[in-house]
C-alpha cells in the first residue's frame, strides 16, 4: 500500500516511473519537525490495535470483554493483558503491541498507569480495599501473607513497600487507568501515533511554518524548496536527465539552482523588491530560502499581519517558480509589474 501511496506522490495516475525527489521517512515526518505529515500504515495499524488495549482496560464490563476474558482468563502477572501461550489471531497481535518498544526502550504498554482508588486493584485480583485503611487520613495496612517476610532480602522489600505507600496520596474514588503520553491523561490516536513514529525521525533542520492562507499545493512546493528538492536544472542533471543547457530559464546568465532562481536571478530579485515596497517592510539581507522563510520574525508586524505576510511570501515563491516553468515549457514571458498585479488581487 505505501508503495502505491509513495508511487502517486510522484506520478499521480501515470504508469511510467518518476523520480523519487524525497525520502519517504522524511515525508512521514511530522511537519512540526520539517516533513509533510503523512502517517506510515504500519504506525496508524499498530495505533489502532493499541486502541483496543485501552478500550479493555477501560471498558468496564462491556460483551466483547468478557468475552476475551472468558477465552483467556484475567491477566493475574504483571503483563498488560490476558493472554494465553496457545493464543493466535487478532488478539495476539493486540497483546504483542502492547509489549512493543519504541525509542526510549520503553513499552507501549508501559504508558498505561493505573490511578488506585477504593474499587478493585488495578491488578484486578485483588480488592484494595481489603488492604488498606484510611481513618480521619491514617492509613493502615491488612497483610494476608502467604508467609511472613523473613529474609533479609524480603524485609528490605517490605520496607520499601510500605514506605512507597504511606507516601503515595490516596485521592479515593474508582480504579482507573491513565495514558501518560496525553496531557489529557486520555488515550488518543495522535498520541500513540507521535511514539511509534519518533524512534525512526530524520533531524531536518526546517524554518518554515504551515499556518498561511495560500492553498496546500502551495506550501508543499514551498516545503520541497527549503529541501532542495524542486526540478531545477542542476538537480535535474545530478539525477542524470540529459539536458541542452543548466542555465536559469528566468535570466539566461547564471546556474539554475534553487538558491539562484528564489533570491540570486535578477527576475527574482526585482520581485522581492516590489513585495518589499509594497509591504512597506523594513530592509533585510536575503541570501536562500531560509532567510526568506525568517522575514516574518524580524518584522515589527502584528500577529495577523505576520500570518498575511507569510501567505505573501510563499504566494511570491509559487509565483516565481510558476514564471520560470511557463517560460521553459509553454514560451510565456510575463514582467515583475504583471506578477505584482496578481499579488494585490489574490490579498
Given amino acids: 500500500m505505501e508503495k502505491i501511496m509513495r508511487r502517486f506522490l510522484w506520478a499521480g495516475c501515470s504508469v511510467e516511473k518518476k523520480i523519487n525527489w524525497i525520502a519517504w521517512d522524511i515525508i512521514t515526518t511530522p511537519k512540526k519537525e520539517g516533513g509533510l505529515g503523512v502517517s506510515k500504515l504500519e504506525d496508524v495499524n499498530d495505533t489502532l490495535l ?7 482496560k477501560t471498558g468496564g464490563n462491556c460483551l466483547w470483554k468478557k468475552v476475551v476474558i472468558g477465552c483467556y482468563g484475567l491477566s ?3 503483563s498488560l493483558l490476558p493472554c494465553t501461550a496457545s493464543a493466535s489471531g487478532c488478539w495476539k497481535q493486540i497483546v504483542k503491541i502492547g509489549e512493543k518498544k519504541i525509542w526510549s526502550g520503553k513499552t507501549l504498554g508501559s504508558y498505561f498507569e493505573g490511578i488506585v482508588g477504593d474499587g478493585l486493584e488495578t491488578k484486578k485480583w485483588a480488592v484494595v480495599a481489603d488492604r488498606i485503611r484510611v481513618v480521619s487520613g491514617s492509613k493502615s495496612l491488612l497483610w494476608e501473607w502467604r508467609a511472613e517476610p523473613s529474609s533479609d532480602v524480603e524485609v528490605s522489600d517490605l520496607f520499601n513497600l510500605m514506605e512507597d505507600i504511606y507516601d503515595y496520596v490516596w485521592k479515593g474514588g474508582l480504579d482507573k487507568w491513565r495514558w501518560k503520553a496525553s496531557g489529557s491523561n ?3 490516536i495522535s498520541s500513540a501515533r507521535r511514539l511509534l513514529s519518533s524512534y525512526s525521525r530524520p533531524v531536518i533542520d526546517m524554518q518554515m511554518k504551515w499556518k498561511c492562507w495560500t492553498p496546500l499545493k502551495c506550501k508543499i512546493m514551498v516545503w520541497r524548496a ?3 528538492r524542486l526540478p531545477t536544472k542542476v538537480e535535474l542533471y545530478k539525477r542524470g ?4 543547457s543548466v542555465v536559469c530559464g528566468l535570466c539566461d546568465t547564471d546556474t539554475e539552482t534553487y538558491t539562484h532562481i528564489f533570491t540570486g536571478c535578477f527576475f527574482a530579485a526585482e520581485i522581492w523588491s516590489r513585495v518589499d515596497s509594497w509591504c512597506r517592510l523594513t530592509p533585510s539581507i536575503v541570501f ?3 532567510d526568506l522563510m525568517k522575514i516574518t520574525k524580524s518584522q515589527p508586524l502584528t500577529k495577523q499581519a505576520k500570518y498575511i505576510l507569510r501567505g505573501i511570501i510563499f504566494t511570491t515563491l509559487w509565483t516565481i517558480w510558476n ?7 509553454q514560451g510565456k514571458r510575463r514582467r515583475a509589474t504583471e506578477h505584482q498585479n496578481d ?3 489574490l490579498v
Avoid at 493499541?50 to 479493555?56: Q, S, T
Fill in 76 to 78: 493475574r502477572n504483571w
Fill in 241 to 244: 536527465v540529459n539536458l541542452q
Fill in 343 to 345: 499579488f494585490v488581487f
Fill in 288 to 290: 536562500d530560502i531560509n
Fill in 323 to 329: 514564471e520560470r516553468n511557463d517560460r521553459i515549457f
Fill in 226 to 228: 527549503i529541501l532542495n
Fill in 50 to 56: 493499541l486502541k483496543w488495549a485501552w478500550c479493555f
Fill in 186 to 188: 486520555r488515550f488518543t
